[in-house]
């Protein structure tokens, strides 16, 4: 490959929002919480400016995992509620 590629998903409105902002809430743009969430380095911001993708990598990945250990406790909770509440 020459240079890079752009691979588009297509996502409904509701999905976008919540991606957009989760990735707001770990301060980065939605290309980089992206490509963290598939593993991969984050590019930095679009003006060009590097970031220093391993050890703010492995925060941003670190920081993400936890978020959604602690997402996956608060919905299965939330379900097991609903359960109960049926």
């Known amino acids: 490959m ?19 902002s989760r990735a707001e809430r770990d301060k980065l743009s939605l290309s980089d919480y992206i490509r963290v ?19 703010r990598g492995e925060a941003l990945s670190a920081q993400l ?10 919905e299965e909770d939330h379900a097991r509620r609903r359960a109960g509440a049926a």
């Not at 020459?2 to 957009?20: F, K, M, N, Q, W």
């Not at 590019?43 to 993708?53: F, N, W």
């Not at 995992?65 to 608060?74: I, Q, W």
């Open 2 to 20: 020459t240079g890079p590629a752009v691979i588009t998903i297509r996502v409904d409105d509701s999905e976008h929002r919540d991606l957009a």
């Open 65 to 74: 995992a936890d978020h959604e250990r602690r997402l996956g406790v608060l």
């Open 37 to 55: 969430r598939l593993g991969l380095q984050p590019q930095g911001s679009d003006s060009g400016a590097e970031v220093q993708a391993d050890e």
